[in-house]
Protein backbone atom coordinates (compact mmCIF):
# COMPACT_ATOMS: atom_id res chain seq x y z
CA UNK A 1 0.00 0.00 0.00
CA UNK A 2 2.75 2.10 0.67
CA UNK A 3 4.61 2.10 -2.81
CA UNK A 4 1.03 2.60 -4.07
CA UNK A 5 0.75 6.07 -2.18
CA UNK A 6 4.43 6.90 -3.13
CA UNK A 7 3.58 6.03 -7.02
CA UNK A 8 0.52 7.94 -6.74
CA UNK A 9 2.19 11.02 -5.10
CA UNK A 10 5.29 11.18 -7.52
CA UNK A 11 2.80 10.74 -10.56
CA UNK A 12 0.47 13.55 -9.61
CA UNK A 13 3.50 15.70 -8.54
CA UNK A 14 5.45 15.05 -11.74
CA UNK A 15 1.68 15.66 -13.96
CA UNK A 16 1.22 18.70 -12.39
CA UNK A 17 4.89 20.48 -12.88
CA UNK A 18 4.83 19.34 -16.50
CA UNK A 19 1.16 21.63 -16.96
CA UNK A 20 2.60 24.37 -14.85
CA UNK A 21 6.00 24.29 -16.47
CA UNK A 22 4.40 24.35 -20.13
CA UNK A 23 2.20 27.20 -19.11
CA UNK A 24 4.62 29.24 -17.85
CA UNK A 25 6.87 28.50 -20.74
CA UNK A 26 4.76 29.43 -23.18
CA UNK A 27 3.35 32.36 -22.37
CA UNK A 28 6.64 33.72 -21.22
CA UNK A 29 7.37 32.90 -25.28
CA UNK A 30 4.29 34.68 -26.08
CA UNK A 31 5.08 37.56 -23.90
CA UNK A 32 8.45 37.71 -25.46
CA UNK A 33 7.15 37.80 -29.31
CA UNK A 34 4.91 40.87 -27.85
CA UNK A 35 7.69 42.78 -26.35
CA UNK A 36 11.15 41.50 -27.40
CA UNK A 37 13.08 44.45 -25.60
CA UNK A 38 12.35 42.73 -21.98
CA UNK A 39 13.62 39.12 -23.16
CA UNK A 40 16.09 39.33 -20.58
CA UNK A 41 14.07 39.71 -18.06
CA UNK A 42 11.19 37.91 -18.85
CA UNK A 43 13.46 35.02 -19.23
CA UNK A 44 14.56 35.01 -15.37
CA UNK A 45 11.18 35.53 -14.63
CA UNK A 46 10.85 32.16 -16.11
CA UNK A 47 13.70 30.67 -15.22
CA UNK A 48 12.56 31.44 -11.40
CA UNK A 49 9.31 30.49 -12.11
CA UNK A 50 10.37 27.03 -13.18
CA UNK A 51 12.72 26.54 -10.53
CA UNK A 52 9.94 27.00 -7.83
CA UNK A 53 7.19 24.60 -9.62
CA UNK A 54 10.44 21.82 -10.02
CA UNK A 55 10.38 22.10 -6.08
CA UNK A 56 7.22 20.88 -5.70
CA UNK A 57 7.53 17.25 -7.57
CA UNK A 58 11.35 16.98 -5.66
CA UNK A 59 9.07 17.75 -2.30
CA UNK A 60 6.80 14.72 -3.29
CA UNK A 61 9.34 12.12 -4.18
CA UNK A 62 11.01 13.09 -0.83
CA UNK A 63 7.98 12.14 0.67
CA UNK A 64 7.23 9.19 -0.93
CA UNK A 65 10.39 7.98 0.29
CA UNK A 66 9.68 8.51 3.48
CA UNK A 67 6.60 6.66 3.12
CA UNK A 68 7.92 3.58 1.37
CA UNK A 69 11.16 3.06 4.24
CA UNK A 70 8.66 4.04 6.93
Known sequence: MNALAAALAIGI??????????????KTIESISRQPELDSQL???MFLGV???EAIPIMAVVIAFILVFS
Open 13 to 26: AALGASIGNGLVIS
Open 43 to 45: RTM
Open 51 to 53: GLI
